[in-house]
């Protein structure tokens, strides 16, 4: 493709515009996993231990808190490119954002020029999502195998 100066001007605006909402989806997954693991790691230290079991269930909940977290993230995308016009519905920008946001590309759709960046900005969000999430569930687990450790004997 032969890119002129409108070209660039709209790959531009596409970028800074995609850099955005990887902004806003990033500090809310800064601040949403590191509520959590904070919410999880007070709770570990305040509660009588119970069974080891217990202490799973509420490790998998508080892990499963997290899933809910890139799920709304994913929400964020759906909002902005449906707001943004990218795409006629919420539905395809669901399927879209989905697809791209776990980096395996495989939905199909005919979008408009200057917004044919915007999958690959969306698989780079999902990316820092998903790592952010995973370093969250590590360290809960470590927390989890502490506390474990810790009351072992009980």
Known sequence: MNLNLAGYELLF???ILGLCIIFVVA???IFGFTMITLAYRKKLTTITFSSKYVELTRF???TMLLVVGIFSSLIVWV???TLLGMVADTASA???????FTSVGNFTLDLPFG????PSLIAFSGLFSFAWATASSINMANQLGNYLE?????
């Open 94 to 100: 669901l399927l879209l954002t989905a697809s791209f």
């Open 27 to 29: 500090i809310y997954n």
């Open 13 to 15: 605006q596409e970028v």
């Open 115 to 118: 917004w044919r960046l915007m």
């Open 150 to 154: 810790k009351h072992k004997d009980l």
């Open 60 to 62: 998998t909940a508080y």
């Open 79 to 81: 909002i902005a490119l």
